[in-house]
Every structure is written in structure tokens, then in C-alpha cells.
């Protein structure tokens, strides 16, 4: 991985560059930026500079024992903390875990890499061991944090990483990425690169879920519930399996509900067309904008439509997660937990 590898990121990468040039590393770097945008990629490019034997200028080389030993995920001195498979958080004993290994010398002699992803979910006791360890940093050792939530973390470890903001890619690289690949319809770049908002790794897990067909669908029976009619929604949702690609397929669709809702908001505050996801259903959203109340609904619609992308990540069934959603929305006013659909979600929870 190489920063020239990363798409529309120029002022980040040049903080890191001129550091890596410098050789003036801080210990610590908390990486944020909305999701999709290509911040992970940057902390692989980075810690692949940091650890490479024979870099060039401030790029990893590729090519030499320590590269490898990174591209095949082998090096033994990068550490990576992640959300364990079939949890929602990062434990702390998967903290000290790694804690214990950066006691250890560094194989290679040089600096030590660890790579928190997302940092947000690191869990309350979990992160307060990790301010001890930055508080008292090991010599040669660098954090990377990453997170699309940095409210979401202790103020204390916020203050002693610097920061690098990332943005929403740019469109015309967006496109031209979307385009260059062989599993993405060319006949929908364009409508992926609109609803994607600049996000890479939203447009490709769209792509990837085929969550676009769905769409049509997918408004429609929503729109139903809204207007109290629960039924074909019910339905709809029973269909998406409790399979890995049933669960990528349910995310991908709240997607493109919280984005729905994003444009109601939009339209109903007086924003512009050129602030919407769904661009090419201008009408249909100005529609729904102009309905009073919209806004209020459409922003209770937001909160609960995280509230199931959450339930599924914690393993509720994609199907009860949805069907509970439709309930909420279809109650009065679309408040949560006002009928039995949405309690059969949060039991399952």
C-alpha cells in the first residue's frame, strides 16, 4: 500500500508525508473523517513507510523484506486491533493483548505500528487502559486511530494524538475509480457516485450488495409504513436472509434509507438539489419535503434507521432488525417502540 494509491486525499497525506521525510513521527495520530473515504488505506500506507527497509522519499518501497512481510499481513512488528468477528466493540482484553506485545523489542530494529480500526469502538474500560498508554508511550512505538466518530471517544485521548481530517473524495476521482472497475455496471457510476456523498467504500459496498435494485422497492414499502401500511414492508423485509451477504444487503439498504432521510431534511430546511444522495429522484423527495412535519419525521426516521444498522451489527436478524424499523416508522408519528414489531427487535437485540 502506497499513499499515491489513495484517492482525493492530498492535504492529509501531505502531513504525513512531510513527517515521514522530517522523520519527526508523533506517537500517536487519530485519523477521522466521514466513512469510505479512505482513511484505513492511508494508516496501511503509512505504517508501510514507517516500517519499510529501503523507503523511497516517503513511500514504501514494495519490494523489500519488510514490504512483503506487510502485503502478505505477516510483519511482525505491525499490530492491528479490530472488532472481533460476531461483536460490536473492542473488548479490553484484546487490548492488553496487544499491549503486551509492544513491550516486546521491535524485530526489525526500527519503529513499531499499531492500528486501532474503528477506534470509536473501543469499549469504555478499553479505552481508558489505552490513555495510559499513551500518557507513557514506549519509545518507537506509533498509534494510528481511525474513526468516522471521534465524539464518540474519551476527550483525554483526543488531546494527545494530532489530528488528520479526511473529506469526501471529490467527484471526478470517485467516478473515475467507480468506472475502472470491473464489477461495478457502468451504467451506474452515476447514480452510485451521487449517493455515495464522496465515499468510496459506500459506492462499491452499494455496488457490492446490488442494494440499487432494491431501491424502488425498498421506498415504496417504506413510504407504505410511513402512511401506516405495514404489510407489503413486513413482507419485503422477511425476504432478506440471515446469511453474511443478507446482512451486507440489509446495511446497504439502510444506507440508502438514511440518505433518503437526509434529503427529506434537506428539501424541508430550503437546502438545494445539489445537496441530495438521491439526485435523480429530485421530485419524488420534494414531494415528501413539502408534507408538514417533514423534517421532524424524516429526522426521528434518521435516528431510528442507525438504531438498526446498529441491532444488525450486534447480530439481530437483518429480517427482525428491518420488520422492527417499518413498525416504528408506521406508529404514530414514526416514534420508536410504540407497537409489538418494534419490541420484537429489541428483544432479539
Given at each position: 500500500?502506497?499513499?499515491?494509491?489513495?484517492?482525493?486525499?492530498?492535504?492529509?497525506?501531505?502531513?504525513?508525508?512531510?513527517?515521514?521525510?522530517?522523520?519527526?513521527?508523533?506517537?500517536?495520530?487519530?485519523?477521522?473523517?466521514?466513512?469510505?473515504?479512505?482513511?484505513?488505506?492511508?494508516?496501511d500506507a503509512f505504517a508501510a513507510a514507517l516500517l519499510c527497509d529501503d523507503p523511497a522519499g516517503e513511500e514504501a518501497c514494495g519490494s523489500c523484506a519488510s514490504c512483503v512481510r506487510f502485503g502478505a499481513g505477516t510483519h511482525p512488528d505491525l499490530h492491528v486491533?479490530?472488532?472481533?468477528?460476531?461483536?460490536?466493540r473492542i473488548p479490553i482484553d484484546r487490548f492488553h493483548a496487544i499491549e503486551a506485545e509492544l513491550q516486546l523489542a521491535s524485530h526489525g530494529g526500527r519503529q513499531r505500528v499499531a492500528i486501532v480500526d474503528p477506534a470509536d469502538?473501543?469499549?469504555?474500560?478499553?479505552?481508558?487502559?489505552?490513555?495510559?498508554?499513551?500518557?507513557?508511550?514506549?519509545?518507537?512505538?506509533?498509534?494510528?486511530?481511525?474513526?468516522?466518530?471521534?465524539?464518540?471517544?474519551?476527550?483525554?485521548?483526543l488531546s494527545r494524538c494530532q489530528s488528520v481530517g479526511f473529506g469526501p473524495i471529490p467527484d471526478a476521482p470517485l467516478r473515475r475509480a467507480l468506472a475502472a472497475r470491473a464489477d461495478i455496471d457502468p451504467k451506474q457510476v452515476d447514480l452510485l457516485a451521487g449517493i455515495a456523498r464522496g465515499s468510496l467504500g459506500r459506492a462499491l459496498a452499494l455496488g457490492k450488495a446490488g442494494a440499487l435494485p432494491d431501491r424502488d422497492a425498498l421506498?415504496?414499502?417504506?413510504?407504505?409504513?410511513?402512511?401506516?401500511?405495514?404489510?407489503p414492508a413486513l413482507a419485503w423485509a422477511e425476504g432478506?436472509?440471515?446469511?453474511?451477504?443478507?446482512?451486507?444487503?440489509a446495511l446497504?439498504?439502510?444506507?440508502?434509507?438514511?440518505?433518503?432521510?437526509?434529503?427529506?431534511?434537506?428539501?424541508?430546511?430550503?437546502?438545494?438539489?445539489?445537496?441530495?444522495?438521491?439526485?435523480?429522484?429530485?421530485?419524488?423527495?420534494?414531494?415528501?419535503?413539502?408534507?408538514?412535519g417533514a423534517a421532524d419525521r424524516a429526522a426521528r426516521a434518521f435516528t431510528r434507521i442507525l438504531r438498526a444498522q446498529q441491532d444488525i451489527r450486534r447480530n439481530?436478524?437483518?429480517?427482525?432488525?428491518?420488520?422492527?424499523?417499518?413498525?416504528?416508522?408506521?406508529?404514530?408519528?414514526?416514534?420508536?417502540?410504540r407497537n409489538a414489531g418494534g419490541a420484537v427487535a429489541r428483544r432479539e437485540a
Open positions: 500500500m502506497r499513499f499515491s494509491d489513495i484517492l482525493g486525499q492530498e492535504r492529509p497525506l501531505e502531513i504525513l508525508r512531510r513527517a515521514t521525510r522530517a522523520g519527526r513521527v508523533a506517537h500517536a495520530y487519530l485519523f477521522q473523517g466521514p466513512g469510505g473515504v479512505g482513511k484505513r488505506r492511508a494508516a486491533l479490530e472488532i472481533p468477528e460476531g461483536k460490536s469502538a473501543l469499549s469504555f474500560d478499553a479505552q481508558h487502559a489505552f490513555l495510559k498508554t499513551l500518557e507513557e508511550p514506549g519509545a518507537g512505538t506509533v498509534f494510528i486511530l481511525v474513526t468516522a466518530r471521534p465524539s464518540a471517544l474519551v476527550g483525554t485521548i421506498f415504496e414499502v417504506e413510504g407504505a409504513a410511513q402512511s401506516g401500511v405495514l404489510g432478506v436472509r440471515g446469511t453474511e451477504e443478507g446482512r451486507a444487503r446497504a439498504v439502510l444506507d440508502l434509507l438514511l440518505l433518503k432521510a437526509h434529503d427529506v431534511m434537506v428539501l424541508a430546511s430550503g437546502g438545494l438539489e445539489s445537496d441530495l444522495a438521491h439526485r435523480d429522484r429530485v421530485r419524488a423527495m420534494q414531494d415528501e419535503a413539502r408534507v408538514p439481530v436478524t437483518p429480517a427482525l432488525a428491518l420488520q422492527g424499523l417499518f413498525a416504528d416508522l408506521a406508529g404514530p408519528e414514526g416514534r420508536p417502540g
